[in-house]
């Protein structure tokens, strides 16, 4: 076979040059971001914020995890659902499909969670809400929720598109 070899990555020169990571593609230069936070649950109609993080200007990012916690859950682990409230993960103020508006815990906290990867643009903004549409439900008072709490994880680097921040060898010598 005399063809070209063709690969699905990067060549090794392309990405030493951008100053990409070889074994994940991400910019050398990337961060993390870990928030979280704890609150009372929201009275019926209000939504509470348990835990946000804005990426500062001209930097972009990976949305890639979030978890999840309630005081019931931490008392009884098989209680995941939490009927009347929703959990909300937004960029921007626009809802993340599919965690528009989860009724019960998909990502519990302190467990191995499923991970996601969410491209964020530039100096996004990531929430996770609680919102409390009826609960605790009037025909089932022991599923009451008093105390909740979120967490947010992702990486995020400067976006080379507002000019190259890397150092390089001058050519003009």
Not at 110 to 133: H, P, Q, W
Not at 139 to 168: H, K, Q
């Amino acid at each position: 076979m005399n063809g070209a070899i063709v690969s699905a990555l990067p060549q090794l020169g392309v990405m030493g040059a951008s100053y990409l990571c070889p074994n994940c593609g991400l910019p050398r230069d990337y961060e993390h971001f870990d928030e979280s936070g704890f609150a009372k649950t929201p009275d019926r109609g209000r939504q509470v914020v348990i835990a946000r993080f804005q990426l500062p200007p001209q930097y972009c990012g990976l949305f890639e995890n979030f978890s999840q916690f309630s005081d019931l859950l931490g008392n009884h682990p098989p209680e995941v659902e939490t009927p009347g409230l929703q959990w909300i993960i937004s960029v921007n103020n626009r809802p993340i499909y599919p965690y528009v508006s989860l009724e019960h815990i998909v990502n519990p906290w302190g467990y191995g969670s499923f991970g996601v990867s969410i491209r964020l643009d530039e100096n996004a903004t990531v929430e996770f809400a609680v919102r409390n549409i009826g609960h605790p439900p009037p025909d089932r008072p022991e599923t009451r929720v008093s105390r909740i709490g979120g967490r947010i994880v992702g990486r995020f680097w400067y976006n080379p598109i507002y000019g190259d921040a890397t150092p390089r060898a001058c050519h003009f010598k």
